[in-house]
């Protein structure tokens, strides 16, 4: 199935979720909810770049919740505790993060272990620092560096929509999708990505550089997990490490497969990746708005990764079956 054809089904899906909820919940419509819903969308789709990075390589990355956490809780536990100034803090935390996808890199293409081990670990490691950093207290701004936060608080107005306000978050999503499908479709090592998802093997008898690359995914994704975490934490203002971030990962990984990334490898759209995120999060509202209980929330994730699994191991079945029915008439 073409990138086109899938990124066509998750749009209609997409729609059909917004119509329903618009057609059964209350204020679906209204500018301050499609603010939020945009506001969450494009944070979540940040995660879900790095996630699908990862998943091209045919890995998978669980630590990206946790990984928001330190770095969302680390943020303003550097600049108001131990009072480092945002040019220091920012890019300090930006570092530890892309260190974090690198140890996960190199432990997956080096020592050879599996990446869901790998970041299972993670997981629990980095919201335990986060945890025992700050003594399990809540971390904020106490109403300072307001400039800092209206990276992810500023709003511009939208002509011709009454009540509408696009976030700030949007321009650095946005820039991001653009690198992205650039740096995969118009690249050679893009193309040496993609390859090396598809069939490591191959590709590396091939000349590629399979394990840079591979360690360079993981980067990227730990790298933009902890930009998301910074742009939550400037968003909500201050958050619990026994709680912040918990499965943000489910989101990220359910929007990347949501969007047609394969869990075989190989395979990403950043369109779709796109979708994906804002349908999850249509969903997410839509349940709230028509009175459904919010625990169904979990639920409904845990039914889109079945489908989406499903969905993928169907196409390449067919896809086999057509390729083989091709060669015995060839």
Known sequence: MS???????????????CAAAAIFGDNFLTGYNLTNLTQRSALFGIL?????????????DLSIGSVVCLAGIATPWLLVERGWSPWTAVPT??????????AHGLLVTRLRLQPFLVTLC???LYRGIARWMTGDQSQGFQGEFGALRDVALARFDVPGLAGYRLP???????????AMAFALHRTV?????????????????????????????????STLAGFGGMLFIFDIGSAQPSDFGNFYELY????????????????????????????????????????????????????????????????????????NRAARGG
């Open 48 to 60: 879900a770049l790095g996630a699908g990075l990862v998943i091209a390589t045919g890995g998978i």
């Open 189 to 221: 090592w893009g193309r040496w990505l993609l390859a090396t998802g598809r069939n490591e093997a191959a590709a590396r008898y091939s000349g590629v550089p399979t394990a840079r690359l591979v360690t360079l995914a993981y980067v990227a994704c």
């Open 3 to 17: 990138a086109l054809r899938k990124n066509a089904g998750i749009l209609c899906v997409l729609v059909a979720v």
């Open 252 to 323: 990220a990984i359910a929007a990347a497969v949501l969007g047609g990334c394969s869990l075989r490898g190989g395979e990403v759209s950043v369109t779709g990746i796109l979708l994906g995120a804002a349908t999850l999060q249509v969903l997410r509202t839509a349940i709230i708005l028509v009175g459904l209980s919010s625990q169904l929330e979990f639920a409904v994730i845990g039914a889109v990764l079945l489908v989406g699994v499903a969905a993928d191991e169907l196409v390449r079945r067919w896809a086999e079956r057509r390729r």
């Open 168 to 178: 700030a978050t949007v321009i650095p999503l946005a820039m991001l999708a653009v």
């Open 93 to 102: 935390v930006l570092a530890g993060c892309a260190g974090i996808g690198l």
């Open 122 to 124: 993670g997981l629990l």
